[in-house]
Each structure stands twice: as C-alpha cells, then as structure tokens.
C-alpha cells in the first residue's frame, strides 16, 4: 500500500447543526449526506422526526438481531414500499410473511450455484462486444457502459435476446426511476398515509412502460416457447414444493422486473466503483493483473476459473465494502423489542446502513483505505458475520448474490486482461445515495490498453 492512501470521493455533509427540514430535504436530494461524523463510531442512535421514530442499528450485533435473530417483528418501513413497490410491484423484495417465504421457496431453485454456471459464457460473450467497440485513448462513461454492459447481460440470461428494442427501454426506466422517486417530507416526516406523496406518481410514470414489455415477453414465450435454461423458463416452470402451485401472472411480472433492474443495477454500480477504486490504486490494479494472467493465460475466463480468481474476488468485496450498491436498509417494527438493550417502540424504524458499517471506526482498522486484502481468508473469518452487509442478512439476504459474484469476477477479470481505465482529471466524483449508490456525475475514464 502507498504510504499516504488517495482521499475516496465522499459525498457531501451538512455542517453545523442543520434544522429539521434541511436535514430532510438534504436526505431527500442524497440519503448519505445527512449522517454526522459520530455515525462511523456510535453502535445505536435514536432520531425523532415528528411523526416518526427512527432507529440506528449500528454495530453487527444490532443489526443481526434486527435481520435474524427476531426477523419476523421487522417488516419493510412505508418509505421503503413507496420507493420500490410503483416499479417492482408485489414481488420477493416488496413482500412479506408467507408470501414471502412462498416467492422464495419457488425461486430458490433457479438460483442454485449450478444452475448459475450456464450464465458464465454469456457474461463473457457480452462483456467481449462491448470490448470490440473500445479503441485506445477513448473516454468513456464508466457507470454508464457497466450499466449497458450488465443490461444486455439480464436480458441474455433472463430472456435469451439482446438489449435492444423494448429491452433497452427497461434500462433508459430504470435510470429515470432512481432519479424520479425519493423520499419527500410527507414520508421522511411519517405524515399519514392520506398526504399526497408526488415520489409515487412520478415512479409510477419513468416505469410506465416496462410492465407492458415484460407482459409482452411473458405471454410471447408461453405462445411460442422458447430456451428452456434462461431464467424466465426456470421461473415459469419452478414450482412451490409444498403446494405444487406456480406463480400468478402478476408475481411473474413483480419478480422478473426485481431480477432485471435490481440485479443489472446493483452489479454495474459495484463495478464503476471497482474501476474508480483501482484508477486510484495502480498497486493493487497490477496485483490483480498478475493474478488474472497467472490463471486464465491469455485465455477468456469460465465459471470454473471463478474460485481461483480470489484476489479478484477480494477486489470486488473490498469495493462493496467501501461503496455499497445498497447502502441502506430499512425495516418497521411491528411490536415493541429491546435491541442490545435500547428499546425499539412498535412502529418505530430501525435502519440498518451498511455504508456507516462498513467504514465504522471500532469495525475496521483504517476503514477509508482501499485494502482487499481485509478478504483475505484468515482474515475475513474472525469478522462478525454482521459487519459487511452488501448483500443484507439473514433469511432475506439477496437470492441473486451467487449470479451477481459470478458476474462482477468474471466481468472484471475479462476487462482487466485487456484494458486499464485511467480517470479522466478534474472531474468531481460525488457518491450518491438515492435507491442505490451513484456516482453522480458518471465516471469519466480514459481507455489505456495493456499492451501500448
């Protein structure tokens, strides 16, 4: 490591002490910016916001009491329905109880490691054409071509056709549904469910589209069939092993729009966040170089070569670590509880972010340096479980987390053969916190092959 590490884009903080309605509006423009500078060391906080009571879980303990070991008192908070529920509608994300649980026994099986490596060759073959359009000197929009670049990877696995068309207007939605729906001061404040809330509208309107496409290709593969490995034929054909029901139309609908705009999203903004982290930190890019060439020698990388790439891996953690795609999660008591001795009201939020976990002070030695090497085995296994959270916790951590792993090695593993990403100079790189972690202007690179 260089002896005086980069400074790593942070996002903007309030000074002072902010009113009220500053803190909320500055929540509602960019969540991460509200937290003071005693947020990276407290374990518990408590904030009253007029109608709502709001809970820090703070430290892995707290927040594996809050996400397992009494899971079934914590449901999703009405902001959380109101940001995902007008584009996700009723699906594995936005469920609770028994529907739940019943979504999640029926798509477990389309998401076993060994379905999963039939994938590999398509995350290749797609990261291969973006590749073929790159040309030495170029600048690029990093965030923009992993969010292209993951997209027409969903669509592959998803529906075996391109992103093209129709589907490369679910991507454009997307986009606009980040920008469209954030919190505003009816929800932030936890006025009545009767006060106008425009976020909803304005959801409801940048995803107006992508229902009638994943409709369309729904009923399309029904009349017609189809491959019967992508995941829209696993799902169609996975059946609940205690009733031996399928799902309805409507939660086909919910899960395939979860799987293809949360799972292209999450992994594209880990890895402009990976690209970002490695401009910053040529010692670790040549590290990780060195261990790609050692493995693959000059040969395209398969599901099989994923165990071996474990500096890669170790890479992308470290990444998510300090960038974390989701960077808060939030949940709704449903009856009273005591959490590591604070008592948590029914009704009161409890939220869970893993962007104060993951650089807390009493956590990690020097949280804000770049250092895969925290996961590095012998190192990783004396963590507590509940510190690193990219993917949540307990019985709802994210079923996609082997095909998103899976993707993000094989991804960088394949463009860090050929290319280096250098950071355009002067550009501001601000993360921020909307329904993921954005770098808000993009990310600005310069294209530098390997081999010049």
């Given amino acids: ?5 980069p400074r790593l884009a942070m996002p903007p903080r309030l000074a002072g002490r902010p009113s009220l309605f ?3 509006r500055s929540i509602g423009e960019n969540a991460l910016s509200a937290w003071p500078e005693e947020a990276f060391e407290l374990e518990w906080m408590d904030r009253s916001m007029w109608f709502r009571h709001v809970a820090v879980a703070n430290s892995p303990e707290a927040a594996k009491h809050v996400l ?3 899971n079934d008192n914590y449901v999703k ?8 529920e007008p584009g996700l509608g009723k699906g594995l994300l936005t469920t609770e109880g028994a529907d739940w649980r019943r979504q999640r026994r029926i798509m477990a099986p389309a998401f076993a490691h060994k379905r999963l490596e039939v994938f590999a060759p398509g995350m290749v073959a797609e990261t291969d054409r973006m590749l073929a359009g790159w040309r030495a000197g170029e600048t690029v929009d990093a965030a923009e071509a992993m969010m292209r670049l993951t ?3 969903i669509s592959r696995a998803m529906f075996s056709i391109d992103a093209s068309g129709d589907v490369a207007r679910i991507g454009e939605g997307v986009g606009r549904y980040q920008h469209a729906v954030r919190p505003g001061f009816a929800d932030l404040l936890g006025l009545p469910g009767w006060v106008p809330r425009p976020s909803i509208a304005r959801g409801r309107a940048a995803m107006g589209e992508i229902h009638p496409i994943i409709t369309g290709v729904i009923e399309k593969r029904q009349r017609e069939g189809g ?3 992508d995941l829209l034929a696993l799902l169609l054909e996975a059946r609940d092993e205690e009733t031996g029901k399928g799902m309805s139309d409507a939660e086909m609908r919910a899960q395939i729009a979860t799987i293809f705009t949360a799972r292209h999203e999450t992994t ?3 890895l402009t966040w990976t690209w970002y982290l490695l401009a910053l930190h040529p010692e670790v890019e040549r590290r990780l170089e060195v261990e790609i060439d050692q493995v693959l020698v000059g040969r395209a990388p398969t599901a099989a070569d994923v165990p071996r790439l474990r500096y890669t891996r170790m890479v992308i953690e470290e990444s998510m670590r300090l960038y974390p795609p989701v960077h808060t999660m939030s949940r709704q008591a449903l009856a009273d509880d005591v959490v590591c001795g604070h008592p948590v009201p029914k009704g009161a939020d409890v939220m869970i972010s ?3 976990l993951h650089r807390h002070r009493k956590l990690w030695h020097e949280p804000d340096r770049f250092d895969p090497e925290r996961f590095a085995p012998e190192r990783a296994g004396n963590r507590h479980r509940f510190a690193y959270l990219p993917f949540g916790g307990g019985p709802r951590i994210c079923i996609g987390m082997g095909f998103a792993m899976m993707e993000a090695v094989l991804i960088l593993a394949r463009m860090a053969q050929r290319w280096r990403l250098e950071l355009v100079p002067g550009q501001e790189v601000v993360p921020v916190g909307l329904i993921t972690l954005r770098p808000r202007d993009g990310l600005n690179v310069k294209l530098a092959p390997r081999d010049a």
């Fill in 1 to 5: 490591m260089n002896a005086v590490a």
């Fill in 227 to 229: 491959p019967a490995d």
């Fill in 151 to 153: 997209l027409a990877i």
């Fill in 77 to 84: 908070t009405p902001i959380a329905r109101n940001l995902l």
């Fill in 354 to 356: 893993p962007w104060l």
């Fill in 268 to 270: 594209s903004v880990a």
């Fill in 22 to 24: 500053k803190v909320v």
């Fill in 68 to 70: 397992l070991d009494n």
